[in-house]
Nanobody, 125 residues
Framework: QVQLVESGGGLVQAGGSLLLSCAAS????????MAWLRQAPVKERELAAASTWNGDTYYSDSVKGRFTISGDKTRNTVYLQMNSLKPEDTAIYYC???????????????????WGQGTQVTVSS
């Protein structure tokens, strides 16, 4: 089993920045796929960003150019740097992980077997 713990959420004004972290523990592997998914009230879930162990990344159109996903293999931690935040970025952000190549594209929620409990991000106008 794998455990994921997110941190770094909070309240920020529009135009500000936040850095989310996701620490993985348990049966992790050196080959991994990590993602950040967000759920806002009365909106569909959106996979905002994803990264693979070999450096491939994905960003949804709504965050491209503002968010950056990165990882620290030595610490089993993935980060989401969020800049130029907008009120519409308000959501609960969940970290996801997968350690097998199941053939599902990294931008699909179904690729990931493991999810954290989420961290709230609120952007005020």
């Amino acid at each position: 089993q794998v455990q994921l713990v997110e941190s770094g959420g909070g309240l920020v004004q529009a135009g500000g920045s936040l850095l989310l972290s996701c620490a993985a523990s348990g049966r992790t592997r050196s080959t991994f796929y990590m993602a950040w998914l967000r759920q806002a009230p009365v909106k569909e879930r959106e996979l905002a960003a994803a990264s693979t162990w070999n450096g491939d990344t994905y960003y949804s159109d709504s965050v491209k150019g503002r968010f950056t996903i990165s990882g620290d293999k030595t610490r089993n931690t993935v980060y989401l740097q969020m800049n130029s935040l907008k009120p519409e970025d308000t959501a609960i952000y969940y970290c996801g992980a997968e350690y097998l190549d199941n053939g599902i594209p990294i931008w699909r929620e179904s690729k990931y077997d493991y999810w954290g409990q989420g961290t709230q991000v609120t952007v005020s106008s």
